[in-house]
């Protein structure tokens, strides 16, 4: 397992051919193929149900292919633990602890990725998604949107090159989309990743889209984990 | 070892915030313990006879009302999704867990257990064999456990199929436990029990935190 301590990491691309998946005995897309190169950026587009949460998940690793292999500068990906330590992924589950202040939540995310907790770094991931003013506050009086900021701001209390979004401008105002928008310009600067499930994307400079309707079969009803999740 | 202490101290911490989770555990053992003198009587030498066994079969069913909770928040809220993608092997993770449930309720119930056993006339040479017997078996209550609180993931009213699942484990632990105790009040030797149950602990340590490992890998997916 390698996690580097310091503040860079290695560009490398990030790629996925063949990809299928299938969830519930439905296949939810087949045959598709993306990459994203080091300072990139690609944005996932389709109708609701077409396999964007699916697809961000099996990125992860969390969901397992169908068929398809995910690779590393065209590496086949054989540990999941070591690709895990190589991204931060932003669910529609905010996974905030409401006992816990804006700063222990996010404390909590340094000690575990990084093994210490570095005050300053975790100042600046506080000050980047305005939450200082909240640092203090137990996250249970905070609102969806501030909820989700401190989500957010857990991308940035340890570095790593991917970053999986999904749909992350939900709930957010509009200085918190800029707030993020510079993010992952900052990010993608350093030669970071950034793949984005979004509606309006309106975050990423000229990012690459894929538009997932392509690769839904045809034949198939529009239901996925998605909607399902969604319900909860 | 960053991830084990990182999540061992931060599920300690949530205890220690939400600490009417743990006094509930225990208090649920108080109350079913001290129910028995009221149904049974108070004459001395029954309490006595049945009091090992007493101890053990609320001290099994306290447990099981917190492990319906191990993972189960962490699973609703995302930070399960999160502690998969940590980096770190999952058995670690699910071990820096099961250690903190062990010491937010195992250890609660094996402090309290002498309390109890006094109202249950317990002679006073079964103490020390008593709280042995918790202590070696209570941490193989919490790794089995969490290995059906990993399976009821995502299931509604998981915590009735957990304590289906679970509660047949844990006979052997039940029967050894009970036998270290009796063992010391009938004048046998007390260490053959106690050494089983010391077997035990050591097998659910090297099986339980892979078996917890994969049923959380499907809980997530």
């Not at chain 1, 300053?120 to 998604?129: H, Q, S, T």
């Not at chain 2, 092997?89 to 109890?116: D, E, N, R, Y």
Request: aromatic share 6%; hydrophobic share 55%; net charge neutral.
């Amino acid at each position: 397992m390698v996690r580097r301590m310091d503040g860079d990491f290695t560009p490398r691309s990030f790629s996925g051919s063949g990809l299928a998946c299938r969830r519930g005995g439905r296949l939810v897309f087949t045959g598709l193929a993306f990459g994203v190169a080091p300072g990139g950026a690609l944005v996932l587009r389709g109708p609701n149900g077409s396999g964007k949460t699916t697809l961000l998940r099996l990125m992860a690793g969390l969901t397992p292919s169908t068929a398809g292999a995910l690779a590393w500068d065209n590496v086949p990906i054989d540990d999941p633990e070591a690709h895990a330590a190589h991204l931060r992924f932003i669910t529609h589950l905010d996974a905030i602890k409401p006992a816990f202040t804006v700063t222990e939540n996010l404390g909590f995310w340094m000690s575990l990725w990084r093994g210490r907790v570095d005050d300053a770094n975790l100042a600046r991931a506080v000050a980047a998604f305005d939450l200082t003013r909240l640092a203090a506050f137990p996250a249970r009086l905070l609102s969806a949107g501030q909820r989700h900021r401190l989500a957010l701001a857990r991308l940035l209390v340890a570095p790593a090159p991917l970053w999986l979004l999904d749909e992350p401008g939900n709930a957010l105002d509009a200085p918190s989309r800029e707030s993020l928008a510079r993010a992952i310009a900052a990010h993608r600067a350093q030669g970071g990743m950034v793949i984005v499930a979004s509606h309006e994307a309106t975050f990423v400079d000229g990012g690459e889209t894929l538009d997932l309707g392509v690769f839904t079969p045809k034949t198939a009803v529009h239901w996925s984990e998605e909607s399902e999740e969604a319900q909860i | 070892m960053s991830v084990f202490s990182a999540l061992l101290a931060r599920d300690l911490k949530l205890a220690l915030r939400q600490s009417a989770d743990s006094m509930t555990v225990v208090a649920f053992f108080a109350i079913a313990t001290v129910l028995f003198p009221f149904g049974i009587g108070p004459e001395a030498n029954v309490l006595a006879r049945i009091a090992g066994g007493v101890l053990w079969v609320t001290a099994l069913l306290a447990a099981l009302l917190s492990l319906d909770r191990l993972f189960t928040v962490d699973y609703e809220d995302g930070t399960l999704d999160q502690l998969v993608l940590s980096g770190a092997p999952l058995p670690m993770v699910v071990l820096a867990k099961v250690t903190a449930h062990w010491l937010t309720t195992g250890v609660p119930l094996i402090i309290m257990s002498p309390v109890l056993a006094l109202t249950l006339h317990l002679p006073a040479q079964g103490y020390a064999p008593m709280m042995l017997a918790l202590l070696l078996g209570t941490p193989t209550v919490s790794l089995v456990g969490a290995v059906g609180a990993a399976l009821v993931l995502g299931t509604r009213r998981g915590g009735v199929l957990l304590s289906l699942l679970v509660l047949p484990l844990y006979i052997p632990v039940l029967i050894f436990g009970t036998a270290s105790v009796e063992a010391v009040i009938t004048g046998v030797e007390t260490n053959g029990p106690l050494l089983i149950l010391a077997g035990f602990a050591v097998l659910a340590l090297t099986l339980c935190p892979w078996a917890t490992a994969a049923a959380l890998r499907q809980a997530v997916e």
